[in-house]
């Protein structure tokens, strides 16, 4: 196994990641409102000279979350409550949406955005298909844009969900079922196909969700739990604590990752380490099985305000977002200040 890591964005957190094409990746970040990116396979050659390539800066804020289109031509970019696109091969400006509330949906939006509002503020967002996108947030709603209507900034489709704030979007490989985690624990659920909302309730808040074959969720809790979660049948798994200790709160959105193929789970933590866990199915029992711990570079200038607002919090140290790639078989993660950690020839 070789590790390696390099800085992607520059006394600024990594707000959001997504990997594509086995190689690249694309990062929203923090302070500096820059969206990068990154080859990675061109990065390990010289990681100490290779700074990616910058779009340019659309946004005035930190941001929130990406998505890439399946055929890679553009990735939307979530910002307060705008949400632009962008090609990737020229990165010029597309258009752009914006989030809107219940009570602003009846208001038409003429020309560009200027205008923002924290109760609107975009959480997460995904790219349906060429033409759809999907986002949630703090106005507890699912909206729906269509990028055919290039004159329509608003909504074509908006949905309350619950009274709390929206944190994650989810959708399947075959983009019927898609699923929104609140803040109050309820796991949201639209079958396109039928025309179905299924509620699942939880006990505690759902930062993250990832979806995979027969509508098995993986879920992670504000309290360091993560579930695998059967939608079929509307019961649990397994389930394990990320930090391989007993619950505690978290002030960061932190992934997992179910790799199928070998029935292993991989969870970042707010503590410099990368636990590994392996899942027998037969007993339904899931035990760790291995640590990755980074190498951290601790600056002052990276300090991402908590919920607590502890300011002597080390950056460096907090892996927000962590993917393997099989066919290359390579682990990322994220940190806090900036840096992207990679480790070749994991298993």
Same mark, same amino acid.
């Given at each position: 196994?070789?590790?390696?890591?390099?800085?992607?964005?520059?006394?600024?957190?990594?707000?959001?990641?997504?990997?594509?094409?086995?190689?690249?990746?694309?990062?929203?970040?923090?302070?500096?409102?820059?969206?990068?990116?990154?080859?990675?396979?061109?990065?390990?050659?010289?990681?100490?000279?290779?700074?990616?390539?910058?779009?340019?800066?659309? *946004?005035?804020?930190s941001?929130?979350?990406?998505?890439?289109?399946?055929?890679?031509?553009?990735?939307?970019?979530?910002?307060?409550?705008?949400?632009?696109?962008?090609?990737?091969?020229?990165?010029?400006?597309?258009?752009?949406?914006?989030?809107?509330?219940?009570?602003?949906?009846?208001?038409?939006?003429?020309?560009?955005?200027?205008?923002?509002?924290?109760?609107?503020?975009?959480?997460d967002?995904?790219?349906?298909?060429?033409?759809?996108?999907?986002?949630?947030?703090?106005?507890?709603?699912?909206n729906?844009?269509?990028?055919?209507?290039?004159?329509?900034?608003?909504?074509?489709?908006?949905?309350?969900?619950?009274?709390?704030?929206?944190?994650?979007?989810?959708?399947n490989?075959?983009?019927?079922?898609?699923?929104?985690?609140?803040?109050?624990?309820?796991?949201?659920?639209?079958?396109?196909?039928?025309?179905?909302?299924?509620?699942?309730?939880?006990?505690?808040?759902?930062?993250?969700?990832a979806?995979?074959?027969?509508?098995?969720?993986?879920?992670?809790?504000?309290?360091?739990?993560?579930?695998l979660?059967?939608?079929? *049948?509307?019961?649990?798994?397994?389930?394990?604590?990320?930090n391989?200790?007993?619950?505690?709160?978290?002030s960061?959105?932190?992934?997992?990752q179910?790799?199928?193929?070998?029935?292993?789970?991989?969870?970042?933590?707010?503590?410099?380490?990368?636990?590994?866990?392996?899942?027998?199915?037969?007993?339904?029992?899931?035990?760790?099985?291995?640590?990755?711990?980074i190498?951290?570079t601790?600056?002052?200038?990276?300090k991402?305000?908590?919920?607590?607002?502890?300011?002597?919090?080390?950056?460096?140290?907090?892996?927000?977002?962590?993917?393997?790639?099989?066919?290359?078989?390579?682990?990322?993660?994220?940190?806090?200040?900036?840096?992207?950690?990679?480790?070749?020839?994991?298993?």
């Amino acid at each position: 196994m070789k590790y390696w890591k390099f800085e992607a964005h520059t006394n600024s957190s990594i707000n959001s990641c997504v990997p594509f094409k086995d190689n690249y990746i694309l990062t929203g970040g923090g302070n500096d409102f820059s969206l990068k990116l990154f080859d990675l396979k061109a990065i390990g050659n010289n990681p100490e000279n290779y700074s990616g390539l910058e779009f340019p800066k659309v *946004h005035s804020n930190s941001i929130n979350a990406i998505d890439i289109s399946s055929t890679y031509d553009f990735v939307a970019s979530a910002s307060n409550n705008s949400i632009i696109i962008q090609d990737v091969m020229s990165q010029t400006k597309l258009y752009q949406v914006k989030n809107l509330s219940t009570s602003a949906l009846d208001t038409k939006i003429d020309g560009p955005i200027q205008s923002s509002s924290n109760n609107d503020e975009v959480l997460d967002c995904k790219i349906l298909n060429d033409s759809l996108i999907s986002t949630c947030g703090v106005n507890h709603r699912l909206n729906l844009f269509d990028l055919r209507q290039r004159n329509q900034y608003y909504p074509v489709y908006s949905l309350n969900l619950g009274d709390d704030n929206l944190n994650c979007i989810a959708v399947n490989d075959n983009y019927h079922l898609l699923s929104v985690g609140s803040s109050n624990g309820i796991l949201f659920t639209i079958d396109f196909r039928n025309s179905n909302l299924i509620q699942d309730t939880h006990d505690t808040a759902i930062i993250n969700i990832a979806k995979y074959e027969d509508d098995h969720n993986l879920i992670s809790f504000n309290n360091g739990t993560v579930e695998l979660f059967d939608g079929v *049948h509307c019961k649990s798994v397994t389930s394990y604590n990320r930090n391989n200790g007993d619950p505690y709160n978290l002030s960061y959105k932190l992934n997992s990752q179910y790799i199928t193929s070998t029935n292993r789970f991989v969870s970042g933590t707010d503590y410099g380490i990368i636990n590994i866990f392996k899942f027998n199915a037969k007993t339904g029992e899931t035990r760790i099985e291995r640590e990755l711990s980074i190498e951290t570079t601790i600056t002052s200038k990276t300090k991402i305000k908590t919920n607590n607002d502890k300011s002597d919090t080390n950056s460096s140290k907090i892996l927000s977002y962590i993917n393997y790639t099989e066919s290359t078989n390579q682990l990322i993660s994220t940190s806090g200040n900036g840096f992207i950690h990679v480790w070749d020839y994991v298993f």
